[in-house]
Nanobody
Framework: QVQLVESGGDLVQPGGSLRLSCAASGSIYTINAMAWYRQAAGKERELVGAITSGGSTNYADSVKGRFTISRDNAKNTMYLQMNSLKPEDTAVYYC????????????????WGQGTQVTVSS
């Protein structure tokens, strides 16, 4: 079993910053890509950005230049640095990870975290 736990969500004023973490634990041999998604109330879940095991990143146009994704492979942890936050960034933020649990079996599984609330409001 693999667990993903997001943390760092909070209430922040417009223009402020937050750093989210996504820690993976359990039966992990290696992790390929990891990604951040968000879901605002009444809206569909959308991709915020993703990062490969080698550190290559891509971002949604709405967050480019404001958000930065990084990861620490030794800790199986991904981060989302969010700057210049706007009210429209308010959402529950989820992470996922493409995990290979076993060195013997070449199988990958996608796991999701439970989400962390980010609220941007004055």
């Amino acid at each position: 079993q693999v667990q993903l736990v997001e943390s760092g969500g909070d209430l922040v004023q417009p223009g402020g910053s937050l750093r989210l973490s996504c820690a993976a634990s359990g039966s992990i041999y290696t992790i390929n890509a990891m990604a951040w998604y968000r879901q605002a109330a009444g809206k569909e879940r959308e991709l915020v950005g993703a990062i490969t095991s080698g550190g290559s990143t891509n971002y949604a146009d709405s967050v480019k230049g404001r958000f930065t994704i990084s990861r620490d492979n030794a800790k199986n942890t991904m981060y989302l640095q969010m700057n210049s936050l706007k009210p429209e960034d308010t959402a529950v933020y989820y992470c996922n990870a493409d995990v290979r649990p076993s060195p013997i079996l070449f199988k990958w599984y996608l796991y999701w975290g439970q989400g962390t609330q980010v609220t941007v409001s004055s």
